[in-house]
């Protein structure tokens, strides 16, 4: 709920009146140090990104060449500006069509365009609701060794990045 009621201040305040804009430059660069690491081990990375916020990540994660990002978060408001985001790169980067054969499992978020990831955002709370019945995380999976003949499985890269604390509040 406190995330839905935050007002919307944009880029430039967090640049300049924001009392911890030392400490988001500085969680801006291990985000990108972090995610720098993961996608150069994992080309065309499969992500769940736990705690997404608004998808000020996505850019990084581009930069990085994943195939497929989920994101989940409990906000409403922030899912609604995530897919925002993504939609406003989608159509910076849309050159035309290139799609690809699809095959099963996780085959199917390889990408459809050479320029831009594939993108789903769910309203989730990733610590009190349990990810079963979510229709993509399901079709992925959680295992990455299943065999092949089943499409492989299991996200490449599960990201939380600084959110973990939230699993620990209280909830009356």
């Not at 609604?80 to 054969?101: F, L, S």
């Not at 349990?130 to 003949?149: A, K, M, Q, T, Y």
Request: glycine share 10%; aromatic share 10%; with cysteine.
């Amino acid at each position: 709920q406190h995330y839905n009621n935050v007002p919307e201040r944009g880029r430039e305040w967090r640049k300049t009146d924001s009392k911890i804009r030392g400490l988001r430059s500085y969680n801006n660069w291990v985000k990108s140090v972090l995610i720098q690491k993961c996608g150069a081990k994992q080309p065309a990375a499969v992500v769940l990104d736990i705690g997404c916020g608004k998808g000020g990540d996505l850019m990084k994660w581009k930069n990085n060449g994943i195939s497929l990002y989920v994101g989940l978060d409990p906000a409403e408001v922030s899912i609604h500006q995530a897919r925002e985001r993504y939609d406003e790169m989608r159509r910076k980067a849309r050159k035309g069509p290139h799609h690809h054969h699809r095959q099963g499992g996780r085959d199917n978020y390889r990408r459809e365009s050479e320029t831009l990831f594939r993108a789903e955002f769910l309203i989730r709370d990733g610590f009190g609701q349990s990810l079963e019945d979510v229709p993509v995380i399901n079709e992925i999976g959680f295992d990455r060794h299943l065999d092949p003949r089943w499409g492989h499985g299991g996200f490449d890269v599960v990201s939380m990045m600084f959110c973990m604390h939230y699993a620990f509040e209280r909830r009356q």
